[in-house]
């Protein structure tokens, strides 16, 4: 061997060590600055509040300060879009839902991202039921009374929801679809502004997240008549189910769960997977949680990996029967 090819050799060894211990500088220095916890919904919604409780855990796991970081828009694929640009650094994390990654992926046609291949899943946190939510003042006391009542509306019944493709606008799609109750789809920004309306008496229904409603729901302002979820929830003791309501077909729960953008190296993945499951188990943090109706369920990354197929699965089928739309 030359000298010349004796240099280009050396220099090849030295640059493959120096990039095989990357990862682990990266993740024995990690973290050394601020986190930034990416929310794809307005403050005041169900994903941000389940975000705000865990960022303050994580911070005190991971001993650095966690920015929650609000990017509301199109049903959540703008957070999304953002998320998937990001540096796989760990800097850059992601509460990713239900509609983020069950649903919009197989509603929305040509998304500038793909919801598996541009994101390493971390790790689920949990899940929560949804609600059907009408103002007080509307004379039907079970969820039976309404739909007749709505059946014979002479107008289309408003819905509202946090956006196009969320968990609460399928939710309602997959119920008018069970029940033939004419129901018009109203978008908004977040769960927030759609709750204030339906508060307002500017829209009719919602099919809202039950942490985002439950403090309404308490306070008396709006009046749940049915739950989504499989049983009765704690919270809510004297709400039936959908199912006891007539609707055994009616199962829907929204779940969240922390992703990052694609090429995470594995010890920053890992430290972040720790530090969630730490986090969401912590008496404190898991008491608050199951206060506002989450339920806590966390994974490994493949098991996170494998349930968003499925449910990819599932709501194509509710997609393509119910006709719902994007816009």
Not at 14 to 27: D, E, I, M
Not at 150 to 174: D, M, V, W
Not at 217 to 239: C, D, F, H, M, Y
Not at 241 to 253: F, H, I, K, Q
């Amino acid at each position: 061997m030359n000298k010349r090819s004796f240099v280009g050799y050396a220099a090849t060894l030295v640059s493959a060590a120096l990039l095989t211990c990357a990862p682990g500088v990266q993740a024995q220095d990690y973290p050394s600055k601020p986190i930034k916890f990416v929310v794809a919904f307005p403050p005041g919604g169900s994903t941000d509040l389940v975000t705000r409780t865990i960022a303050t855990q994580m911070a005190l796991e991971l001993k650095t300060p966690i920015v929650v970081d609000n990017k509301p828009g199109a049903g959540g694929n703008v957070a999304s879009q953002y998320v998937s640009n990001a540096a796989p650094d760990g800097y850059t994390i992601y509460l990713g839902t239900l509609a983020t990654h069950g649903i919009n992926p197989v509603l929305h046609k040509n998304l500038p991202f793909d919801h598996l291949k541009d994101f390493t899943m971390i790790s689920q946190v949990g899940y929560y039921t949804n609600l059907v939510l009408v103002n007080p003042s509307n004379p039907a006391k079970t969820l039976g009374e309404w739909i007749a009542q709505a059946k014979q509306s002479p107008r289309p019944i408003n819905f509202g929801s946090p956006g196009n493709g969320t968990s609460p606008h399928l939710t309602g799609e997959y119920f008018k679809m069970l029940t033939g109750v004419n129901l018009a789809h109203i978008p908004y920004k977040g769960s927030g502004p759609a709750l204030n309306d339906l508060v307002g008496g500017q829209i009719d229904v919602m099919f809202d997240n039950m942490p985002s409603a439950l403090g309404l729901v308490k306070g008396g302002k709006l009046r749940p008549l049915a739950i989504t979820s499989k049983e009765r929830v704690p919270q809510l003791p004297n709400v039936p189910t959908a199912a006891e309501s007539g609707l055994p077909d009616m199962v829907v729960d929204a779940w969240v769960g922390v992703m990052a953008p694609a090429g995470l190296p594995k010890p920053i993945l890992d430290k972040l997977h720790q530090a969630i499951v730490a986090s969401v188990n912590t008496p404190a943090i898991r008491q608050k949680l199951e206060e506002r109706g989450v339920t806590i369920r966390t994974s490994t990354p493949d098991e996170f990996l494998a349930y968003v197929k499925s449910e990819n699965d599932k709501w194509a089928k509710v997609i393509k029967v119910s006709g719902a739309e994007a816009n």
